[in-house]
């Protein structure tokens, strides 16, 4: 299926979606129109979900995003829980800023709503 | 140059700068905007602010709340502000552009964020409950309501998740002020102010 690799701007982060199983999201994320930006991604997740690799790790290095995108970020989860939930070996790596607190305590509250497995992975500025 | 002496009205436009000026330092204020608010005045504010806050000596971890609380701010207004009042109707296009005043400040002790927009009256009563629900939570009362509406809200029409001030009492561990100052019968303008306690 087709790759997507969405580049970064000052209000979207960079997005790859490789089905050969290359999988991230990185940087900040506060949109004004939410859904247009996740929409194809949450699409593209569920097309992957019908044929997916043997293991596949999702990395979700955010420095930032704002309260609007935090309802798209766990309906990624969701997907995700939906996908493991059908047999597919799926893991989450949520990557925080070892200093940023919010961050890490986001990671943790979707990894306590979603039923998926969750690692989370501190690295340094 | 010219000599504004015998220009009366060019004159006390100045002097106003001036007064406006001394105004803002006495209250500590370091960014006012008046204006449609719109995603590229988001970006370019918090642009700013990253680039400020980078250079002084501030705090990683207070450098982001202000940040936040900046986004959540413009956002309510681009999002939320009042679209069908008259005194709020300068929007170029319906529900997205709004116009509104943002305020940032800074004493010693913290930043403070200031919002203003124009609110129909019938939302005051709604919009007042929910603050002071928020703000009569401790914190992890705020931490599980965060979690139950992020699990339970659906992206409301204008595309907030509902979350903001939730989020921004979440982060900054402050409780929000707020107040509604009559515009006529039918319009109010709503200030809100949130603080980030500096550490």
Redesign the interface.
Known sequence: METLNIPATDDTPEVILDASGDFQFNGKSLPEDVASFYDPIIDWIDSYGKNPLDSSIFKFKFTYFNTASSKMILDILMKLEELSEGGADIKVEWHYEEEDEDMEEAGEEYSDIVEVPFEMVAYED | MEDIQNMPELSSYMSYITEFHQGMQKNNLILVYEGEVT?EV??AF??LAERNLEKSDES??VT??V??VM??CL?NI?KHANDTSSVGSNSLEKG?VKNGIFVVGRNEGSYFVTSGNPIDKDNIESLKNMIDHINSLDKDEI?AL??EK??A?R?SET???G??FI?MVK?TGNKLAYCFKKIDNDNYFFLLRTLVTRQ
Do not use: N, P
């Open positions: 995603q988001t970006k918090t642009a990683g971890k982001k709340k940040y936040h986004v959540e956002q681009s997205l931490k965060y979690k992020l699990k809200s992206l595309g907030g998740a979350l903001g989020d982060k």
